[in-house]
């Protein structure tokens, strides 16, 4: 169920993150049953494999870091069934008090991206989740359903604007010439800007966020757009804190530094992926603490 104001008004998402991420921590850990890892555990690559990984990684982190972040994908693998296991991981996720975010990357146009929105964004819905990843390239107005449905019900949307897969800049450092910004502007810019304009005026902190990788070297780019950044590739993937700092500078204190495999691994052992969260916190916290 979507948090609500005093007055009954929902919540705006930058709210409730900054919030949780001053009460719990920037770590962000990502529930990825990667078939792998379900091996790594010992456990099958099916429905039951899922749910115990799954429920277990649940039960470990999410009563401690302030956002989990499962992928879609490697429950919708399953069917039917593994969408069950993902109702019961953001279900359960929101009961230990971390804010789920949905990694889907949805982009789509008219009544299909609104029926993405309805199905992540609203709360009525079996698989409502407190934000959602989405992608701007069929042109960022193509995201409006899913960003007028987080306004309305106070949830939340991470744009992909710079990820740090090697094929991103063929797109994202395209240069526009349309007449809409300025000449020679990249898309990730384009994004960026857009960003800008729908958290305008948000304290203390935007609900429409960007997501940018840990691992791409030189930003190159304004990041100061009022929302948050979520920075996959943190940890196992290569991220460093000393990366978060040179990219983000004094926008690190609202970047949410996500990783999965650096505590998935550690499973099926709940104590030791605990530990893992608890040293990432302390970690992070170390890098934002003197920018108070």
């Known amino acids: 169920m979507t948090q609500t104001s005093h007055a009954g008004a929902a919540e705006p998402f930058g709210t409730r993150l900054h919030r949780a991420m001053s009460e719990r921590g920037a770590f962000c850990v990502g529930i990825d049953p990667h078939a792998a890892l379900l091996a790594e555990w010992g456990l099958t690559d099916d429905v039951a494999g899922l749910e115990r990984f799954a429920l277990t990684v649940v039960e470990a982190?999410?009563?401690?870091?302030s956002v989990v972040k499962?992928?879609?994908?490697?429950?919708?693998?399953?069917?039917?069934?593994?969408?069950?296991?993902?109702?019961?991981?953001?279900?359960?996720?929101?009961?230990a008090g971390a804010l789920v975010l949905l990694d889907v990357k949805r982009g789509d146009i008219g009544s299909t991206s609104q029926a993405y929105a309805d199905a992540y964004l609203d709360p009525s819905s079996p698989l409502a989740c407190d934000a959602i990843t989405?992608?701007?390239?069929?042109?960022?107005?193509?995201?409006?359903?899913?960003?007028?449905?987080?306004?309305?019900?106070?949830?939340?949307?991470?744009?992909?604007?710079?990820?740090?897969?090697?094929?991103?800049?063929?797109?994202?450092?395209?240069?526009?010439?349309?007449?809409?910004?300025?000449?020679?502007?990249?898309?990730?810019?384009?994004?960026?800007?857009?960003?800008?304009r729908l958290n305008a005026g948000a304290e203390p902190?935007?609900?429409?966020?960007?997501?940018?990788?840990?691992?791409?070297?030189?930003?190159?780019?304004?990041?100061?757009?009022?929302?948050?950044?979520?920075?996959?590739?943190?940890?196992?993937?290569?991220?460093?804190?000393?990366?978060?700092?040179?990219?983000?500078?004094?926008?690190?204190?609202?970047?949410?530094?996500?990783?999965?495999?650096?505590?998935?691994?550690?499973?099926?052992?709940?104590?030791?992926?605990?530990?893992?969260?608890?040293?990432t916190h302390d970690e992070l916290a170390s890098l934002v603490r003197p920018l108070r």
């Open 61 to 65: 982190v999410a009563p401690l870091c």
């Open 70 to 95: 499962p992928q879609s994908a490697f429950y919708e693998r399953f069917g039917s069934r593994g969408v069950a296991v993902l109702e019961r991981v953001v279900e359960e996720s929101r009961a």
């Open 134 to 196: 989405a992608s701007p390239y069929l042109g960022f107005g193509s995201l409006d359903p899913m960003v007028e449905t987080a306004q309305r019900h106070g949830a939340g949307v991470f744009v992909l604007a710079l990820t740090s897969n090697k094929e991103g800049p063929e797109v994202q450092h395209a240069r526009v010439d349309d007449g809409a910004g300025p000449a020679g502007e990249r898309v990730a810019d384009r994004v960026l800007a857009h960003l800008r």
């Open 205 to 279: 902190l935007g609900s429409f966020g960007a997501v940018v990788g840990a691992t791409i070297g030189d930003a190159g780019a304004d990041l100061d757009f009022g929302g948050p950044v979520l920075a996959p590739g943190f940890g196992a993937q290569g991220g460093t804190v000393a990366d978060l700092a040179r990219i983000f500078g004094s926008r690190v204190r609202h970047v949410l530094a996500s990783s999965s495999r650096e505590v998935l691994r550690l499973g099926p052992d709940p104590v030791a992926m605990a530990d893992a969260v608890r040293r």
